[in-house]
């Protein structure tokens, strides 16, 4: 479980997207992680990551997509 401490933003519809077509996660295991990650005050991508539903390549492509959009 990853707590933090601060208040972290909700997902983006352009990394929900991201993550649908482009790495394939299902539509509930996206809610899952949304329910979660704002449960714990984590980012998404770290939650998915560590509830196994993103691989480490995966958690690197969604690092690189988001330092892409910056």
Do not use: C, T
Not at 8 to 30: R, V
Not at 45 to 61: H, K
Request: glycine share 4%.
């Amino acid at each position: 479980m990853v707590i933090s401490s601060h208040q972290q933003p909700s997902a983006s519809p352009h990394l929900l997207q991201f993550l649908q077509q482009k790495l394939g996660l299902s539509e509930n295991a996206l809610n899952l992680g949304m329910r979660q990650a704002k449960l714990e005050q984590a980012p998404l991508p770290i939650v998915l990551w560590s509830f196994g539903l993103l691989s480490l390549d995966q958690y690197q492509q969604v690092l690189n997509w988001e330092n892409d959009q910056e």
